[in-house]
């Protein structure tokens, strides 16, 4: 068994206990919700830093939006703040990905290995994510992110795609919550605004 399905077997299952643990921490507050795209967050119990909920409907088809989310070499372009990304191990429904984050002076960047799995259900395709910290070597130049949580769901709207993504990341070191939580909001906005930029054209 490779290294990413033997790391993705129990994550997935803590996900979807932890994800529904979190849940009861606290109700979700609008941050933002202009242009088609809206941010909630909430806190989470036992953390400083909020999760968010996004939403945004895209003009295209679940299929074509899950093309995008899985070219991670595309990310440095639209997934806000991104200075690195590439695939790491690919297996069919499941993948892993490495991501380094750029994070203004004098805090350390932060890089994160996130295991992906995809299931799909009639119209509806749901890609649940989790932080996979040991797949690789930790890197002197970046704080490894090593709790994260989250899903993306596709549903297919008269040939559009409604997007539902929730996502909990402990970003790790001595980041002040501030920060970190403002980009718990610039983070989904900005991906979103730029997905829906691109499928526009």
């Not at 909020?50 to 299929?63: E, M, T, V, Y």
């Not at 295991?115 to 704080?143: C, F, M, N, Y």
């Not at 790790?172 to 930029?197: D, F, H, M, Y």
Request: proline share 5%; charged share 25%.
């Amino acid at each position: 068994m490779s290294r990413l399905a033997t790391t993705l077997a129990p994550m997935v299952l803590l996900l979807s206990i932890g994800w529904a643990g979190s849940a009861l921490s606290s109700d979700w507050e609008m941050q933002f919700d202009e242009g088609g795209v809206s941010v909630e967050t909430r806190d989470v119990d036992g953390s400083d830093y909020k999760a968010f909920r996004a939403k945004a409907l895209l003009p295209a088809s679940p299929d074509d939006v899950l093309a995008r989310l899985r070219d991670i070499e595309s990310y440095t372009e639209w997934f806000p703040d991104t200075i690195e990304a590439r695939a790491v191990e690919r297996e069919g429904d499941r993948w892993a990905n490495y991501v380094r984050t750029d994070a203004p002076w004098p805090v350390k960047d932060r890089d994160a290995i996130y295991s992906q799995a995809l299931t799909r259900t009639g119209g509806t395709i749901r890609i649940d994510v989790t932080a996979a910290p040991d797949i690789l070597p930790d890197s002197k130049d970046a704080v490894r992110i090593r709790a994260a949580a989250g899903f993306w769901e596709l549903v297919d709207v008269d040939g559009s795609t409604a997007v539902h993504w929730e996502f909990h990341v402990e970003p790790g070191g001595n980041i002040p919550s501030g920060l970190a939580n403002a980009r718990v909001l610039e983070t989904p906005k900005g991906a979103l605004q730029a997905l829906k930029e691109f499928f526009a054209d």
